[in-house]
């Protein structure tokens, strides 16, 4: 951004000193003390010449490009420029462009730009309806189709938006497959379904958590958003269960626990605390009415974690009307809430951190200080009316070593399954926690990122403080103020 403001005042400062010497040239006598006109002439000609050429070249190396529409239609997103700024090795791609389609041109606009903002971007764009030859030696055979390539790594993306240019580049960063397991066998979110909505119908109504389940239970619903988020950070999903007695793989970088539905035998217990040991990753998402086992409880406290029960209910901080929805916009300080926003939570359990030797715990996010906990969603509560105030986690991440010898493990834990399922993945910053705890957990927070584009509808979200306060202003101070001022006028000629 530093770079691009320079560019910025070095086109308006070359600009200004072109418009004073234009006027400063208006104002030139026509014969330079006793030399001829011809004379004169030429030395006019020749400054001129030298000017434009010295500020064409000032120009040319301190491009700025001004878009003035709107929407910012062919200005390239924050996250493709961060992602070409930070290549390290080169990068080819040829775009496979169709000149009809207005898309199409935008993108190629934008890719100049990105050209220019790092000498190992290199782009080439091609009419496709003139070198048919050229896209066939290439294997492409579909319009705006780009074509990345590093070295012997080739990838194909056909798009018009920048930002699947920039997933594409990350794919291809990429030097080894990295696996993203889910766990399965206990009644866990599925991660192949439509990826719309989960719910669960019950007999009376509809629910987003389990108190419904013994009548039907929606099938084909679950995290297939997340799954193809990660699929298009280059990610591999991959189910795996343990509950035959089976190891977790090794190249399982990371370990998702997505709702469990069933509790765990102390064999599989077993199995968790090994994989912990041997260096690996997991994110275990509980739901409030799920019980934990001794054993898998056991695991956890080693982590320096203890999952309560309940259901954190909050009067200041949700999201719209429901006080168990918890939103969160204040985060404690850490790789993975590095630039989150409003985040929220349908219905969490509240946990605790426990002292575990090599272990160090971070709260990731947490209720308001005026939350309580109730001992199920149509429960009464469960501490005293006037017990403190406090603050309920909802996430942890724990990070250290199962025991002496272990290799270190990364742990985030979840009072709240449902933040991730396709129901609320998309909206506010949901989808940012899930993604930047996934990065956090294959030990590549620092490597470029970027949050793939999920496809939601446009929507107004609001949390019961704001909604408050837009019904202050306009159904009370609002009316409040004209009805006062007629007062005030009735009463000043009365």
């Known amino acids: 951004m530093s770079a691009e403001l320079a560019n910025i005042g070095w086109f308006f400062g070359v600009v200004a ?26 030395l006019v000609v020749g400054a001129a010449l030298t000017v434009a050429i010295l500020a064409n070249v000032a120009l040319f190396r301190h491009d700025a490009y001004l878009d003035l529409t709107r929407e ?10 961060d992602l070409v ?15 009809q389609n207005p898309g199409a041109r935008a993108l190629t606009t934008m890719l100049s730009q990105l050209e220019r903002q790092n000498p190992n971007f290199h ?20 319009y705006n189709s780009a074509v990345l390539r590093a070295g012997d790594r080739r990838i194909e993306v056909v798009t018009t938006d920048d930002r699947e240019i920039a997933l ?66 280059g990610l591999v999903a991959r189910k795996v269960s343990f509950a035959t007695g089976q190891a977790i793989p090794d190249d399982c970088a990371v370990l998702v626990e997505a709702n469990p539905r069933t509790a765990y035998s102390p064999k599989e217990s077993e199995l968790l ?44 901080d949700h999201y719209f009307t429901d006080e168990q929805m918890i939103a969160v916009s204040r985060y404690g300080t850490h790789p993975v809430t590095r630039g989150l926003s409003l985040s929220f939570y349908p219905g969490a359990r509240p946990l605790e951190t426990v002292v575990a030797p090599n ?21 009464k509560r469960v501490e005293p009316e ?60 620092r490597a470029p990122t970027m949050k793939p584009p999920v496809e939601v509808l446009p929507t107004v979200t609001l949390t019961g403080a704001q909604m408050r306060g837009i019904f202050i202003v306009t159904v009370l101070l609002m009316p409040g103020l004209v009805a006062l001022a007629g007062v005030a006028m009735w009463w000043r000629r009365r």
């Open 273 to 316: 605390r090994r994989y912990l040991e041997r260096g690996g990753s997991a994110m275990v998402l509980v739901e409030p009415d799920y019980v934990l086992d001794d054993s898998i409880a056991a695991v956890l406290a080693r982590a320096g974690v203890k999952i309560g029960d309940g259901v954190i209910v909050d009067p200041r």
């Open 168 to 233: 594409g580049l990350l794919r291809l960063m990429r030097q080894r497959e990295m696996v993203v397991c889910f766990a399965a066998g206990h009644g866990e979110y599925d991660i192949d379904n439509f990826e719309f909505h989960t719910h669960f119908e019950g007999a009376q109504s509809h629910h987003h958590d389990a108190s419904g389940l013994a009548v039907v239970q929606m099938e084909q619903h679950g995290i297939g958003r997340l799954r193809r988020a990660l699929e298009k950070l």
């Open 85 to 99: 700024l930070a290549l390290k090795e080169p990068i080819d791609v040829a775009y496979f462009y169709q000149k």
């Open 17 to 42: 000193a072109l418009a004073l010497l234009f006027a400063a040239g208006l104002k030139l006598p026509v014969r330079i003390g006793s030399t001829s006109r011809v004379v004169t002439a030429v």
């Open 72 to 81: 910012k239609a062919f200005t390239p997103s924050a996250e493709a420029r």
């Open 123 to 142: 782009v080439r764009l091609i009419d496709a309806d003139q070198s048919p030859a050229l896209a066939n030696s290439l294997g492409v055979r579909t």
């Open 359 to 379: 272990v160090r715990v971070v709260p990731l996010a947490a209720s308001s200080t005026e939350s309580y906990i109730i001992s199920d969603r149509l429960g």
């Open 386 to 445: 006037t017990g403190p105030p406090a603050a309920r986690i909802i996430v942890l991440a724990s990070e250290g070593r199962i025991t002496e010898a272990a290799k270190p493990f990364r742990l985030i834990v979840a009072g709240d399954a449902d933040f991730v399922s396709n129901s609320f993945f998309p909206y506010l910053g949901n989808s940012d926690v899930v993604l930047a705890g996934i990065a956090w957990l294959t030990r590549q927070e």
